[in-house]
């Protein structure tokens, strides 16, 4: 709407054609100028007339100072003002005529406070009589300029420029005096053309119009920044915003978000009202009485418009920083991308600058990085029987997608979905007939979009999922162990899910034991991992060195973990914990259970042999094969034998020919199965003359079934020669019952 105003009082009258009112009794028209006619005493007095401009608005007139100004004898002309009466409290703008610094300069009021945002030359009123004309120009976007013709010379000198959209509408304009005595009517202006847009209430902010661009949630240790957390919000839209009544909330607490224009373009910084003393020197701080408190490993921020209207969420995490040093504190984390209003972990990056941070200007790490790419599946995880949630590696739509775009084999109705909080990477589902236990579900999805409009990507939008169901003691094995990695590796440890079940390992940890009592807890994973039958997984710190010391690493069976155990290279233990701190299962290991023929243990794991013998059967357990690399991370046991099925009271001996060291077997296992426990046993190796070379059991207790293993060494440490072996198994009870077995192997070797 366009507003206009002109008056030179040539009619005599200011009354009409616009209307002047205020302290009408001290003005006069009659000279065709607004002349101030004041009785002769020290007082103030002002007139104002109705108007609207404020957007690419232009102000002019002329003054007439009949005095050299000062501190008390001086005049203020309105450009802008919200109530009419000029000697009041009010929000506007004005031009300052006189004053100490005898200036011609632009002001901003707020209530009673005024700011100097266009300061002109000092002196230049320095006149015993004062005859300007001044002209003022304001653009759309808070743009000024300040223009004076001191003496009417017929040219204007420019001021000054500044930018400000502090107050974005106007109701009024007018003029103020203030004055002494004997200056009290010698004060005249004229030829008023006010001319520009009026301000026209913009359009709610739409979603990401303003966003979060930097975290300050660690400021401790100091590294330049004040020791103030802090948010910075940006206004990327194409209008201002007034931030009252707007809110930032860490879903723990919510701040109320006082009166601030945000121009576009323009960043602000809120912190704690108790911290704004700490960056007093810079203008665009707002302090908020219930500053959220930011929590250093991760926090989830929601930016919303009056009535709850969600304008901007973070879910940040120190993982962001990408930066072990900078995460400790002192360093913010900074968007990289304004414009990728989807990308969050991969569009935050620690700050560069050297500060540690940029509050209130354009970040250090700001660069072009669009999102181009759809979203991936990551996960389908059963809550219960009637209820799925699907895991995003992104930010989603918030609009929901129609139920058309989800099929579930084999099939599955779906009642509802919707997302699981405001962070949008995950769906609920809600399922019309329950899941069955022990039954593996595909579920495939179609037009499932990120917030930067990208369909989901083909190759990752399947997942498989089932119900899972508790865990018994030995559901889960110990695998294979590494704990003494070489200097440049990480310790680690395979899991293998030997049961029918699927399992979900949230909660579940690694532990050591100590006295009989669990020691130290390391948590497996606090989100949803769906652990398959027959399955094998590896814990570890790091994914990419395990994979860069054993090459045939299954990445894919590799779960990293926050924290990890460092075990002793001598003996240790490992207990696997369910989410309710049930022992799964427990080994104590030494390093004599490594192959004798390894020279140095050092990267060389050990490997369970059978899942169907007991985890603390030292016989069990045997260093991984030189052909495997020293470890099969992710895989099948290089150790792992298929056995032999024995029928009633019987002794056999797989393989009969090994190599030892080398081979793959690189040993035999003497397998045994009697009716009855109880029995004692004495297993000895004789070689082709007779002579006894290996004590494989001496005087051991046995159960009815199980397997003892011979490396191919010889008693003295050395390895046994080529040829031809004979095992003797005898074994007896306390009932005086005694049974022998002999059985035949060889010894070969690699030519």
């Not at 931030?243 to 373009?265: E, F, K, M, V």
């Not at 059963?382 to 895991?391: A, K, N």
């Not at 039954?439 to 999805?445: E, V």
């Not at 019952?737 to 035949?744: E, M, P």
Request: net charge negative; aromatic share 12%.
């Amino acid at each position: 709407m366009f507003a206009q105003l002109s008056d030179n009082f040539d009619d005599g009258d200011f009354s009409k054609n616009p209307v002047w009112s205020g302290q009408d009794i001290k003005f006069s028209a009659a000279t065709n100028q607004l002349k101030l006619q004041a009785p002769a005493v020290t007082e103030d007095a002002y007139l104002s007339t109705k108007s609207a401009a404020i957007n690419d608005a232009s102000w002019e007139f002329f003054a007439h100072l009949g005095f050299n100004p000062s501190s008390t004898n001086y005049a203020r002309v309105y450009l802008v003002s919200s109530q009419s009466n000029l000697a009041d409290t009010l929000k506007g703008y004005f031009v300052m005529i006189g004053n100490t610094t005898d200036e011609i300069s632009l002001y901003k009021q707020s209530g009673s406070t005024r700011t100097k945002i266009i300061d002109g030359a000092d002196g230049k009123l320095n006149l015993p009589i004062v005859d300007v004309r001044i002209k003022v120009t304001r653009d759309a976007a808070g743009n000024w300029q300040l223009f004076s013709d001191v003496g009417l010379t017929g040219a204007y000198t420019l001021e000054g420029s500044a930018t400000d959209a502090t107050f974005f509408s106007s109701s009024y304009t007018g003029v103020y005096c203030n004055y002494t005595a004997t200056r009290s009517d010698k004060f005249s202006f004229d030829d008023f053309v006010v001319t520009g847009k009026a301000y026209v209430a913009p359009a709610p902010p739409t979603y990401k119009d303003v966003i979060i661009t930097e975290i300050f949630a660690d400021p401790t240790p100091r590294v330049e920044l004040p020791e103030t957390e802090f948010v910075e919000l940006l206004n990327r839209g194409t209008a201002s915003f007034n931030l009252s009544g707007w809110t930032l909330s860490d879903g723990s607490s919510t701040a109320t978000i006082p009166s601030y224009t945000l121009a576009p373009g323009e960043y602000v910084v809120l912190m704690a009202t108790s911290s704004v003393a700490n960056y007093s020197s810079q203008q665009n701080v707002i302090g908020l009485s219930s500053f959220p408190s930011l929590n250093n490993a991760g926090d989830v921020l929601m930016l919303k418009y009056r009535g709850g209207i969600m304008i901007d969420s973070v879910q940040y995490s120190d993982s962001w920083y990408k930066n072990d040093d900078k995460k400790s504190g002192g360093w913010s984390l900074e968007l990289i991308d304004p414009n990728n209003i989807c990308g969050e972990e991969n569009n935050w990056a620690a700050s560069e600058n050297k500060d540690g941070g940029t509050p209130g200007k354009q970040n250090s790490v700001y660069a072009n990085k669009p999102d181009l790419t759809g979203p991936a599946l990551l996960a389908a995880v059963p809550v219960s029987d009637r209820q799925l949630m699907l895991q995003f590696n992104e930010k989603l739509l918030k609009e929901i997608p129609s139920i058309e775009n989800f099929y579930i084999a084999p099939e599955v109705t779906i009642d509802k979905i919707s997302f699981t909080d405001q962070s949008l990477r995950a769906f609920n589902i809600l399922l019309s007939t329950p899941l069955q236990e022990k039954q593996l579900y595909t579920i495939k999805l179609k037009n499932i979009y990120d917030c930067n409009g990208n369909n989901i990507q083909t190759d990752y939008s399947v997942a498989s999922f089932a119900l899972p169901q508790k865990a018994d003691s030995l559901d889960v094995l110990i695998n294979e162990i590494l704990f003494n990695p070489r200097p440049t590796g990480e310790d680690f440890l395979e899991i293998v899910n030997t049961s029918d079940k699927y399992l979900n390992l949230k909660n579940w940890s690694v532990a050591t034991v100590k006295d009989g009592a669990v020691d130290k807890v390391y948590t497996i994973t606090n989100k949803d991992f769906l652990f398959q039958p027959g399955a094998y997984l590896v814990l570890t710190k790091d994914v990419d060195i395990l994979a860069g010391e054993y090459p045939q690493t299954k990445t894919a069976n590799v779960l990293e973990m926050n924290t990890f155990p460092s075990w002793n290279d001598d003996a240790g233990n490992v207990l696997i914990m369910d989410d309710q701190k049930n022992a799964i299962d427990y080994f104590a290991y030494t390093k004599s259970m490594h192959s004798v023929f390894i020279k140095d243990e050092e990267g060389v794991s050990l490997e369970r042999i059978a899942f169907s013998e007991p985890t603390n059967d030292s016989n069990n357990w045997k260093s991984a094969s030189t052909t495997s690399g020293y470890a099969t991370p992710g895989f099948i046991n290089s150790n792992t034998t298929a056995g032999s099925v024995l029928s009633g009271e019987e002794v056999v001996v797989s393989p009969e020919v090994f190599i030892p060291a080398s081979g793959t077997p690189n040993f035999t296992e003497i397998q045994y199965k009697f009716n009855q426990g109880g029995y004692i046993a004495n297993v000895n190796v004789y070689d082709a003359n007779g002579l006894l070379i290996k004590k494989v059991a001496n005087n051991e207790l046995l159960g009815t079934e199980g397997f003892l293993r011979w490396d191919g060494d010889r008693d003295d440490g050395t390895k046994a020669r080529i040829g031809y072996y004979l095992v003797s198994f005898e074994v007896f009870n306390a009932a005086g019952v005694v049974k022998t077995f002999r059985k035949r192997l060889a010894v070969a070797a690699k030519f």
